[in-house]
């Protein structure tokens, strides 16, 4: 059954690898069944915007139409898709959306697998699992560490990034979540909206190294766990709290152990008994000043992709003329 089918991708000043996207989506284009396939990039704010006469796109013959969000500053990738999922939502000149990143990594050769999995379960998202990645070692401890902590803090898994297929009743839903705007896998697990996972391997960069390095990962981590901010901050009271008891009762022990036997050693009570409430106090105010914070923000305004995405936009170019059918 043909469809309408639109790639979201960031862009930040790599346009020849951008170029090299073009042309292997290009050429899968025939392969999706009679479905039309459309271009939606996201200048992220890069210090070289892309010109029309300035990136050889001939090559291209098959897309039905390459266009490039202009945004007036960077707002790094996660920011960057929501704003393109909100470009696109508001069209509705579509059917299925592909979010992939334009370095190389995500493989377009992935896509037909990808819209093959939600013509299956068109209800669902179908997200690309990493069955195999092609970073260095130090990265993948680092990234399964960084799973670990998610999984810890949130109570949920995440093995997933941002390449993934949706259909466009789920597309126009998760644009109004605010955690949209952090990251969009963690936004997708916390939206509880339906999807399913594939497995993917990644693939390798188009031209020059990895921009993803330790500060970039631990930003990124810290991004999507600030989606579930709330569940974070009551798993850390609890915590909190089961440390403050736990000092309550050694105080309590150590009390009893001076007063109603000869076991205590002379300055030993003193000592533990200051120590242990020192760190009461301290859980106190943690506890009291992380609530206060939290509340804080609960009673501030959310902000929802949808309605400040064009607020970001500066322009649109438009690389290909549109054709018959494009999205």
Known sequence: MSSRVVVVTPVYNDWESFRRLLIELDAIAPKLGG?????????????????????????????????????????????????????????????????????????????PRL?????????????????????????????????????????????????????????????????????????????????RSIPTDRGFRYEGASKMNLTSLVIHGLSAVSVYTDVVFVRVLLFSLAVAGAALVGIAAVVAIRVATDLAIPGWASTVVGMLSILLVQVLIFSSGATFLLLANRSGPSVIPARVAADYVKGVAQLLPRRTGGA
Not at 92 to 111: C, L
């Open 115 to 195: 819209l093959a999995a939600l013509q299956g379960e068109p209800g669902r998202a179908v997200m690309a699992r990493r069955a195999r990645r092609s970073e260095g070692l130090l990265f993948r401890w680092l990234y399964t560490l960084y799973k670990l902590v998610f999984r810890v803090l949130t109570g949920q898994r995440i093995s997933f990034g941002n390449f993934s297929a949706f259909p466009s009743a789920l597309i126009e839903q998760l644009v109004y979540r605010p955690e949209l705007w952090n990251n969009l896998a963690a936004g997708l697990t916390r939206s509880r909206l339906p999807f």
């Open 35 to 111: 479905s039309t396939l459309s271009v939606l990039a996201v200048d992220d704010g890069s210090e070289r915007s892309v010109e029309p006469d300035r990136l050889d796109v001939t090559p291209v013959r098959q897309l039905a139409s390459v266009e490039v969000v202009r945004l007036i500053c960077n707002l790094g990738h996660q920011r960057a898709i929501a704003i393109g999922l909100a470009t696109v939502a508001a069209r509705a000149r579509y059917d299925a959306v592909v979010v992939m990143d334009s370095d190389g990594e995500d493989r377009p050769d992935d896509v």
